[in-house]
Each structure stands twice: as structure tokens, then as C-alpha cells.
């Protein structure tokens, strides 16, 4: 059983930063993160995922130059790293676990109870 637990959420003013932090418990460390985002009245979305080893990432379009997907498996921790936060990034942000064909598709085999990213104009 792997338990996800995210942190680091917030309210920011546009332009800002955020970190997001997902701990894991549980042997997580072979599996592909994602974080996912849901707004208001909006599907939930992938928006950026890291393999195990970190040599391959994938971020949505709407997040690509200005979010950054790390993670630190001694630690058991992914992070988010959002810099030049839009209103629009207003949303639910949730950590998961799958492998990376999965993720893409919205799928996970455990996911996190999210944090609240509120961004303001």
C-alpha cells in the first residue's frame, strides 16, 4: 500500500511561486509521479510526470516553461516547482502513482487527497 500525502499549497498573487511537496510512504520509488490539477467545473488534468530515474518528464502545454517536476526518491518526495503562477492555475493539485502510458491517460494506482492552489489576480 503507498500513501501520498501532498503539501506546499496556497494562495499566491499572479507572477508568483508555489513549491508543491508529495511524501510517499510505502515502495513507491520505481514508479513513474505525476501531478494532476482540477479547477472548478474542469476535468482533472496531468500536468507534469517523472520516471523513476528522472530521465524522462512530461508536462502539459498549458504549464511547460514555467513549471518543473523533480523528485528525490531517498527521500521519497516529489515536487512542483510553479514559478509565474497564472489565475487561470487556480485549481486542485494532486500527486499520483502509475506507470508513465497510465498517467497520461488519467489513470493511477494511488493517489494523493490533494492541496488548494488559489492564485489571484
Known amino acids: 500500500q503507498v500513501q501520498l500525502v501532498e503539501s506546499g499549497g496556497g494562495l499566491v498573487q499572479a507572477g508568483g511561486s508555489l513549491r508543491l511537496s508529495c511524501a510517499a510512504s510505502g515502495r513507491f520509488s520505481t514508479h513513474t509521479m505525476g501531478w494532476f490539477r482540477q479547477a472548478p467545473g474542469k476535468e482533472r488534468e496531468l500536468i507534469a510526470a517523472?520516471?523513476?530515474?528522472?530521465?524522462?518528464?512530461y508536462y502539459a502545454d498549458s504549464v511547460k516553461g514555467r513549471f518543473t517536476i523533480s523528485r528525490e526518491n531517498a527521500k521519497d518526495t516529489v515536487y512542483l516547482q510553479m514559478n509565474s503562477l497564472k489565475p487561470q492555475d487556480t485549481a486542485v493539485y494532486y500527486c499520483a502513482t502509475a506507470r508513465m502510458p497510465q498517467l497520461r491517460i488519467g489513470v493511477a494506482d494511488y493517489w494523493g487527497q490533494g492541496t488548494q492552489v488559489t492564485v489571484s489576480s
Open positions: 517523472i520516471t523513476w530515474s528522472g530521465g524522462t518528464t
